[in-house]
Every structure is written in structure tokens, then in C-alpha cells.
């Protein structure tokens, strides 16, 4: 997946390229930042996906100006970023942030097939939640209707990692200053229930199993 486009060139040394690095970072998260020109002007949207194989699915509002442009073939590039902690080094200059990233370029396809769209629309419920869509009602067809379908072939991707603790200048590990890092975990909290649930049913197992 490595190209000129897709080269790590600040730290170069934190550059991978292989799948099982990428998809690993993917597969760890279900928000994105997605980069496209629209009307001239460079705009960054937040939207969740789904992987499944070498695509990423994404899914909006049929009238989503951010979905109807990449329609379109506009070029973009895509961000997910995992920050794992923040790096305290002993001078101001050299703290950092321990983090996985990994960053795609392409354009993104209509998915028309209803097989494949159905079958996109259930790997990114399973992304944000595992088996929940098992749970739920399944759109019908005027919510379908409603809904617009995009993927992204996986084809020049990199990803950015740093781990490890702060690298001081030399003569700075001598200060009396406390150095480290400071692990920045993401978690699922305690369930609050809907105040219109209806009484007595229990937890669905998609989020037992979350929060277990």
C-alpha cells in the first residue's frame, strides 16, 4: 500500500505499510475524518464505517452533501486516529502523544447492488456495536430508500504509530522534572436506559457483552 502519496515523511521510522497493521488500527475504532474539495473550499467531515475486506463502507442521508460529492469521484482521504497517551518529556518542546493512525487515499464508489448495500449497512452496525443488528428492527424500505451507500477500496493506505516514552535532549534527563506517560484508555460506561423503555427487559446481550 505504499506509494509516494502515502509515504510517512516526518519519522518515517513510525511509517507501516502491510495490511495486518492497517486493518488492525481500522478494526479498532468505527469514527472518521473524511478530507474532499466541495465548492473549492477543503472541508473535513466526522462520519462512522464499517470495513469488510479491503473496502470501508460508509453510509448517510441520500441528499449528505459529504456522500453526493464523493459520488461524484471527488478525490479524498481518510483519518482514523487512536491517541493512546500523552508524552511528558522534561522540556516543553519535546512532549508528544503515543498514538496508532492510520491515514487512506482514493474515491469512493456508489454501492447500487441491494445485497451488498444491505450487507454494508449490517458490517457498520457491527463495527459501532457487535450484534446489534441482530437486535434490532432491520430498516425497511422507505428507510433503504433514504439511504446512500458509498466504499473505498483500501489501495493506498499508510499507517502512523509512535509508542514509548519521551526523548529528552541529553542534558536534560538530569533535571528534577518528572517525565512519562500518561495512558489515555477509551471505555464504555454504565448503560442509561431510554425513559420511554418499555418495563422490564433486560440488557441486549450486544451491550453485556461491551461493557462486560
Known amino acids: 500500500m505504499k506509494t509516494d502519496k502515502t509515504k510517512v515523511k516526518r519519522a518515517p521510522q513510525r511509517g507501516h505499510y502491510d495490511k495486518e497493521t492497517i486493518y488492525s488500527i481500522l478494526d479498532n475504532d468505527f469514527v472518521c475524518q473524511i478530507g474532499f474539495v466541495y465548492d473549492g473550499y477543503p472541508v473535513v467531515i466526522p462520519t462512522i464505517y464499517g470495513r469488510k475486506g479491503n473496502y470501508l463502507y460508509f453510509h448517510g442521508a441520500s441528499v449528505s452533501r459529504m456522500l453526493v460529492t464523493m459520488e461524484e469521484g471527488v478525490p479524498v482521504s481518510l483519518n482514523v486516529t487512536r491517541t493512546d497517551g500523552i508524552v511528558l518529556a522534561r522540556s516543553a518542546f519535546h512532549h508528544s502523544l503515543n498514538y496508532h493512525s492510520v491515514t487512506v487515499f482514493g474515491t469512493a464508489v456508489l454501492v447500487e447492488d441491494e445485497e451488498e448495500r444491505w450487507n454494508a449497512l449490517k458490517v457498520i452496525s457491527d463495527q459501532v456495536l457487535a450484534d446489534r443488528w441482530e437486535e434490532v428492527r432491520e430498516p425497511n ?59 422490564g427487559l433486560e440488557l441486549p446481550y450486544s451491550v453485556k457483552n461491551a461493557i462486560k
Request: net charge negative; hydrophobic share 35%.
Open 141 to 199: 424500505v422507505k428507510e433503504m430508500k433514504a439511504t446512500k451507500v458509498l466504499k473505498l477500496e483500501i489501495t493506498e493506505a499508510s499507517a502512523k504509530i509512535r509508542t514509548g516514552p519521551p526523548k529528552d535532549d541529553k542534558e536534560d534527563y538530569d533535571l528534577d522534572i518528572w517525565a512519562g506517560i500518561l495512558p489515555i484508555e477509551k471505555q464504555f460506561g454504565k448503560p442509561i436506559a431510554d425513559p420511554e423503555l418499555k418495563q
